[in-house]
């Protein structure tokens, strides 16, 4: 039997994505988690792999339509097979703009041709108008200085892809971008730019600023914050590596989460989200990890993180944060988060608060493990401690529930044995 495939809803906020390029054409066969087409959102490109296997009956939609999330895109069922393909959801063509009819003049006029303004001449490639290109190809190449105008572009109608601007790179192609000469530097002093510089926003960062916003006007945040003993984590994960690849290790983060996950299961209030007047406790702690990529933040999701050993928790994130960085990430690796985390410890910071990831009930924000002198028993030692800041939505949640989910975390991080039995 037939199966239509829908444009997949790959995070909270999203509500649309553009088909950028069809893997499988109509006819070909096509087996169960075969990748059928790649989409791209404000995020990154994602591959659509198939749920079923057979023949592709029909494509629903064009190469670069913007479809909403849940639309059908496609039909997959066996060879021959006869299928009313269900009507495209209105959709537009990227690039695609529409033309404004000059208001006609009023009777009895007379219209005067416009005098042509004086054209430059310029050693710029000359263009029939905007530059095809997608989202990504146009960040890729505004951060690596190519001019989208030089790059050929392979995707539909000419259009310029990510894979384009970076064969580009490759080629060594660079823009070219008149610029005056600087002045004379005197005293060894560098030349310092006084002039207001005018960056356009990433869809990416709009899409993050439109989420926050929403969540600090509308979630009444509180915050507790722990200082953890770091020791025996420490020294566990000296002798876990000892025994692992260098691709293998495992890092503190990965303590974090085993240990955040197993604390959730016992305080399900805070594995929840909010809908009217009913708290919704999640079934699954998924616990999801912010990771750095070009133009801002995404996070990633390891699944059912209570059951899963330190070593396939590590191997997970290190295989999602890598896609991630790469604009591949797979609709399972961003998607069914119940708890956010957020460790900047990389970055050498003490502590912060992180902002409540919608429709999620809260989120810890993580700083650093480091040596620093403590009192124990009346003595000054040296010893590693590490803060953490969980952010809760108070109408979840309150001050007594998140300092107890605090204090059981440190139970498992101070005792860390217990994530291994």
Do not use: C
């Not at 997608?134 to 995707?155: C, E, F």
């Not at 025994?243 to 209030?269: C, H, M, W």
């Not at 700083?367 to 010893?383: F, L, R």
């Amino acid at each position: 039997m037939a199966e239509t495939i829908n444009m997949p809803k790959l995070g909270f906020d999203m509500a649309e994505g553009l088909l950028v390029r069809w893997v499988k054409q109509v006819g070909e066969t096509i087996n169960k988690g075969d990748v059928l087409a790649e989409i791209e959102t404000d995020k990154a490109t994602v591959e659509v792999e198939s749920p079923a296997s057979g023949v592709v009956l029909s494509h629903i939609v064009d190469q670069g339509s913007i479809v909403p999330v849940n639309a059908p895109i496609a039909v997959v069922g066996a060879e021959g097979e006869k299928v009313d393909a269900p009507a495209a959801a209105p959709s537009k063509v990227e690039g695609q703009k529409s033309e404004e009819k000059p208001a006609a003049p009023p009777s009895g006029t007379v219209q005067s041709a416009p005098t042509p303004a004086p054209v430059a001449q310029t050693s710029a490639p000359a263009e029939s108008g905007p530059v095809k290109a997608s989202p990504l190809a146009r960040k890729v190449a505004k951060d690596n200085g190519i001019n989208l105008a030089t790059v050929q572009g392979t995707g539909p109608g000419g259009r310029v892809t990510r894979k384009d601007v970076e064969a580009a790179l490759a080629g060594g192609q660079t823009s070219k971008v008149e610029s005056r000469p600087a002045a004379p530097v005197t005293n060894y002093q560098l030349p310092v730019s006084t002039e207001d510089k005018i960056i356009a926003t990433t869809k990416l960062r709009q899409a993050i600023g439109r989420r926050l916003v929403e969540s600090k006007q509308t979630i009444p945040h509180f915050y507790v914050t722990h200082e953890y003993k770091m020791e025996a984590v420490m020294e566990m994960r000296k002798q876990i590596n000892a025994y692992l690849g260098d691709n293998e290790k495992v890092s503190v983060n990965d303590f974090i989460i085993k240990a955040t996950a197993l604390a959730l299961r016992q305080f399900p209030n805070l594995n929840a989200t909010i809908k009217g007047n009913e708290i919704i406790q999640f079934g699954h702690v998924n616990v999801s990890v912010a990771v750095t990529v070009p133009g801002g933040l995404m996070t990633v999701v390891v699944k059912d993180a209570d059951v899963k050993s330190l070593r396939q928790i590590s191997g997970e994130i290190k295989a999602m944060a890598g896609r991630a960085r790469e604009g591949k990430v797979k609709p399972e690796d961003v998607d069914g988060s119940t708890f956010s985390t957020s460790n900047l410890g990389m970055y050498d910071v003490e502590e912060f608060i992180a902002i409540v990831n919608p429709p999620e009930a809260a989120i810890l924000a993580i700083g650093s493990a480091k040596e620093t002198p403590v009192v124990e028993g009346g003595q000054i030692k040296i010893g590693s401690r590490m803060k953490a800041t969980i952010s809760v939505d108070h109408r979840v949640s309150d001050g007594a529930e998140a300092a107890q989910f605090m204090q059981k975390l440190a139970e498992f991080l101070e005792n860390p044995v217990r994530m291994l039995v």
